[in-house]
């Protein structure tokens, strides 16, 4: 592997390089939020399943927030913590500058397939809910979507999925209609993910079933939306992790051996 960084409208973005990688070729991207973190835990063995064919080789770009609490919530809310600034609602800014310039810089600069269908952006919890929101202000740049315990219990993000108008700070926000016969979707929320929290996080597993069940009526094809559960998954890196690696083993899977993940999906 081989690592590049760049600078970007004041986001810090880091590029890992596949084994093997050659300027011939075209590669698969796999764009991620906080820096990518939730991927680079697992480096190594990513290298592994590509060293081994099991899976194809892909471009790993991480993007740090500037200010996570704002770059990755859909609209202002309320804070979630006593004497902390309100949540600015910055994520379509923030998506904007991710599909007009970071992404033409990575095309430009580096080896890969820039169509939307190789095209993947994932996250974690905030960060996963950046990618959802992705998936309707940019479906014709970003055609996979990662979203890991994304944070489907954020202030009216289930309305919003049932298709409900959204008012914040006198701004509108109404879900669109997405054509999703191309697009993949990879879901993941642990069963314990609430349980020592408060308030709406309390809800984060049974909301995000829900928020899984409207996405599914979006129109995924079955074999194009993956949803797993884990029963002692609590929000954590270790389970973000874990799941990351499920996820791509299932978009660029080429040769995997029985591997069988509980799916939410069929069980619900």
């Not at 993949?184 to 899984?212: D, N």
């Amino acid at each position: 592997m081989e690592y590049h960084f760049t600078e970007i409208q004041t986001y810090k973005v880091s590029i890992v390089l596949p084994r093997g990688y050659h300027v011939d070729q075209h590669y698969p991207t796999v764009y991620m939020q906080d820096d990518g973190n939730g991927a680079k835990q697992v480096l190594n063995y990513i290298d592994h399943l590509t060293a081994t064919g099991q899976i194809s080789p892909f471009i790993l770009v991480g993007i740090a927030p500037v200010n996570r609490n704002d770059d990755y919530t859909p609209w202002p809310a309320d804070a979630l913590l006593p004497h902390t600034p309100k949540l600015a609602g910055k994520v379509k800014e923030y998506l904007t500058i991710l599909a007009t310039e970071i992404k033409p810089y990575i095309d430009t600069h580096y080896a890969t397939d820039p169509l939307a269908v190789s095209t993947t952006i994932g996250g974690c919890s905030y960060g996963g809910l950046a990618a959802l929101f992705a998936s309707y202000y940019f479906p014709e740049v970003f055609g996979n979507y990662i979203l890991l315990s994304a944070s489907f219990w954020f202030e009216d993000v289930i309305p919003y999925l049932e298709g409900k108008t959204i008012v914040k700070d006198q701004m509108v926000y109404k879900k669109p209609k997405i054509k999703r016969s191309m697009h993949k979707l990879y879901g993941y929320v642990g069963e314990i993910e609430g349980i020592y929290r408060q308030g709406r996080q309390q809800q984060m597993t049974t909301l995000s079933k829900k928020a899984f069940g409207l996405l599914q009526e979006e129109g995924f094809p079955k074999e194009q939306m993956r949803i797993e559960t884990c029963q002692e998954g609590t929000h954590d890196a270790y389970f973000f992790s874990a799941h990351f690696l499920h996820a791509i083993k299932w978009l660029f899977r080429r040769n995997m051996k029985g591997e069988t993940y509980e799916h939410l999906l069929d069980n619900h």
